[in-house]
């Protein structure tokens, strides 16, 4: 069965044969993956999903691709949800889960659109996998390319953390590091995906990529025994993840999985130094002006958002909010977290966990009102942003006087402030 | 002036497949209507109804986004490369 019956423009509403395209011949918007929803829900059921793969793929009747083509999988998916009583607490938040995704198989949520892309690109009969990155696409791209027996070329900002080019370098791709910043790599990785027949993730492959971070909002809503949360709190890169986890509480209602619609409230999170949606938020216009990115929260530094008019919709629609931290904040958050509930996240985390601390202080967040935040990604990629404050409380000789002399017992931190 | 303006692969039905064109004008406005007079229908593609850059259409003069720049007024330097490459989505 052919799932997807055509490419359909956001902007201008023109359709295209489904097909490695870019963008939309005539206005260049993006196009988005037409389903045959009432096919769909007929195949579909909370049952059928259950047997499934504890993978994104149980909900492959959701996902741009064929029943029968080879999926290129890592297990991406199906990340833990898990409650967060003590980060609540601190915060004022009654209810609060986390969303971990920490735990893919490169360690953040890119595997979920990865592992769609890929399998789409075998499906079109392309070889090569490639895609301009802030690290985490990368290191995805080079891990499923591995997998799959794909070549693969990645272009990163030359300025990446140590561990995002390592953790790509390290699967055996081509890895060009470009200088300049990401939006200046995406500049080229358009003119490059002109000239090759390959699968670029973010470009000719993004109606098929971007639909892999429904299944975040699938996955939330299942593991909440199928309910909707209140609010999302999400962070904001290119937009894309944001526009398509709302898809996805719509979808679920869409193909009868949900018996009524989404009411979940979505939130968005941007750093300070790279905020061009957060400020056309505050600014309450519609036009997302470009920056250029200055923050620790590198995977976030996209300062020419090809989503950021869709997920200001996106927000604005579902009675959501969008905030920024600086960059202390976002180390603040990083600490915070890990403190409270064991789990290490990259700077991105950083800026969603500062964001929904700032939310929470507002108000936005009623008493009782369930509350998710999407930890997208890993501390170990990012150790630069926490070293300074993440340090040995002491360095001794292996002298128990010393050991003695050196710690206060009674102070040994309990994970409180 | 003549300038030079590379053609990403949407547009390149209107220039018969070139990847790379010439235009004249001191200006992106002025490009863009002489780009209409050689290819009809190529401002339809780059403007919206009220004469304004598309949303998703990015315009580079050198390596510098016009939007960071003068917008459509945004001047061009003598012998530098004008760049109209689609938005792109990422991460």
Same mark, same amino acid.
């Given at each position: 069965m052919a799932k997807i019956e055509?490419?359909?423009?956001?902007?201008?509403?023109?359709?295209?044969?489904?097909?490695?395209?870019?963008?939309?011949?005539?206005?260049?918007?993006?196009?988005?993956?037409?389903?045959?929803?009432?096919?769909?829900?007929?195949?579909?059921?909370?049952?059928?999903?259950?047997?499934?793969?504890?993978?994104?793929?149980?909900?492959?009747?959701?996902?741009?691709?064929?029943?029968?083509?080879?999926? %290129?999988?890592?297990?991406?998916?199906?990340?833990?949800? %898990?409650?967060?009583?003590?980060?609540g607490a601190e915060l004022g938040i009654d209810d609060l889960w986390l969303k971990n995704d920490t735990v @893919?198989?490169?360690?953040?949520?890119?595997?979920?659109?990865?592992?769609?892309?890929?399998?789409?690109?075998?499906?079109?009969?392309?070889?090569?996998?490639?895609?301009?990155?802030?690290? @985490?696409?990368? @290191?995805? %791209?080079?891990?499923?390319?591995?997998?799959?027996?794909?070549?693969?070329?990645?272009?990163?900002?030359?300025?990446?953390?140590?561990g995002k080019i390592v953790a790509t370098a390290v699967y055996g791709s081509a890895l060009v590091a470009v200088k300049g910043n990401y939006d200046d790599v995406n500049r080229l990785c358009a003119e490059i995906a002109d000239n090759y027949p390959w699968a670029f993730a973010n470009v000719n492959m993004r109606a098929f990529y971007s639909e892999g971070s429904k299944t975040l909002a699938f996955e939330i809503v299942e593991q909440l025994g199928w309910s909707y949360p209140d609010h999302v709190v999400v962070p904001i890169a290119s937009g894309a993840q944001l526009v398509k986890v709302r898809k996805g509480l719509d979808e679920l209602h869409r193909v009868g999985l949900m018996s009524s619609p989404s009411h979940t409230s979505v939130h968005g999170a941007q750093a300070v130094g790279c905020s061009p949606v957060a400020e056309a938020f505050v600014r309450g216009v519609e036009h997302v002006r470009p920056q250029k990115p200055n923050t620790i929260a590198k995977s976030l530094a996209i300062g020419n958002p090809a989503d950021g008019y869709y997920a200001l919709k996106a927000v604005r629609e579902t009675g959501g909010l969008i905030d920024m931290v600086d960059d202390d904040e976002i180390v603040d958050a990083i600490l915070l977290l890990a403190r409270t509930e064991g789990i290490f996240t990259e700077t991105a985390g950083g800026v969603t966990v500062g964001v929904l601390a700032k939310l929470a202080k507002a108000g936005t967040f009623k008493p009782?009102?369930?509350?998710?935040?999407?930890?997208?990604?890993?501390?170990?990629?990012?150790?630069?942003?926490v070293a300074e404050r993440a340090k040995p409380t002491a360095t001794i000789r292996p002298v128990l006087d010393e050991f003695e002399h050196q710690i206060d017992i009674g102070a040994i931190p309990r994970g409180k402030s | 002036m003549s300038v030079k303006i590379r053609i990403p692969t949407p547009l390149r039905k209107l220039t018969k497949e070139q990847a790379e064109v010439e235009a004249g004008g001191g200006t992106i406005r002025e490009v863009v209507d002489d780009l209409e007079r050689q290819f009809p229908g190529f401002k339809e593609r780059m403007c919206d109804d009220n004469g304004e850059l598309r949303r998703f259409v990015n315009v580079y003069v050198g390596e510098e986004d016009i939007r960071f720049l003068e917008g459509l007024d945004t001047k061009i330097p003598s012998g530098e490369l004008v760049s109209i490459i689609p938005a792109v989505a990422g991460g």
């Open positions: 055509q490419l359909k423009c956001r902007e201008c509403a023109r359709t295209y044969d489904v097909g490695p395209l870019h963008v939309c011949e005539f206005c260049f918007g993006p196009l988005e993956a037409v389903y045959d929803y009432d096919a769909i829900a007929r195949s579909i059921s909370r049952e059928t999903i259950a047997a499934g793969p504890h993978t994104i793929w149980r909900y492959a009747a959701l996902l741009p691709v064929d029943e029968s083509t080879p999926r %290129v999988d890592l297990g991406a998916g199906f990340t833990p949800l %898990v409650p967060a009583p003590r980060l @893919n198989p490169t360690y953040s949520f890119k595997d979920r659109v990865v592992s769609v892309a890929l399998t789409k690109a075998r499906e079109f009969g392309l070889e090569v996998g490639a895609c301009a990155s802030t690290g @985490n696409l990368a @290191n995805a %791209v080079a891990a499923h390319a591995a997998k799959a027996g794909m070549g693969a070329c990645v272009f990163i900002p030359a300025d990446l953390e140590q009782g009102e369930r509350v998710v935040a999407l930890i997208t990604g890993m501390g170990l990629k990012t150790v630069e942003a | -």
